[in-house]
């Protein structure tokens, strides 16, 4: 998969984690979506990426609470 091959070069890449955690909840993998959502909001907070950080945040509560609307 493309996203793990972008994470073995670039381990602290955001974006990547959040385009995974995003393709996984699409597939049902709820799970290693939220992981990798979770991991995504570290990296944009660690990097000083603010509003980044903030809309994985969001992210992430909508998907707890609204399942449907990512599905």
Avoid: K
């Avoid at 890449?13 to 939220?34: C, D, K, L, P, S």
């Amino acid at each position: 998969m493309i996203f793990d091959q972008v994470l073995a070069l670039s381990p602290n890449h955001a974006q990547t984690y959040f385009n995974r955690g995003v393709m996984h909840y699409q597939m049902g993998n709820v799970g290693e979506a939220i992981a990798d959502l979770q991991q995504a909001a570290q990296c944009f907070h660690e990097q000083g990426e603010t509003i980044a950080y903030q809309n994985t945040l969001h992210v992430l509560e909508q998907m707890q609470t609204t399942p449907s609307a990512f599905a």
